[in-house]
């Protein structure tokens, strides 16, 4: 093979090589997307749980307004179809995500909690302006559906 075609071969392998290393760590535009959702989603849980739990903790004053308004938005939260968001191949491989591949190998269990907390949160919201004892009271199972589905399908910090 003449010095022309061996370097030509020799720069295509290299290129192909690399694009495949490159695909491998990247994620396409819809796994992207997904990963963008489901992370503005969960920050919006983050939010709205901060201000009802900080009066669950007694570290602000209970004002209702803001429980009602925290919890009926969680409750919307929770109401989303979030389907479009656990998309294959964005588990704890990629940098960023702490969702288990356990989500997609058990996905009747994951849409098992989801249904729990929209079950929970609808509960919370129709009590969390009815005074901090009503509050604090709807809020536990909410809590624990949380906790619950975070053991099973998402993966600790690092």
Known sequence: MPIKGLTLLSVASVFTLVSAAFAAGHLTQDQQRAM?????????YSFNLGKVGAMVQDRVPYDADV????????AALAAIDE???WVEGTDTSIEGSRAKPEIWA????FEAEQVKLATATAAFAAVAGDGLDAMKAGFGPVGQSCSSCHESYRAPRE
């Open 36 to 44: 963008d959702a489901r992370n503005a989603h969960m920050t919006l």
């Open 67 to 74: 429980a009602s308004a925290a919890a009926a938005n969680l």
């Open 83 to 85: 389907a479009g968001y």
């Open 106 to 109: 058990d996905m009747a269990g």
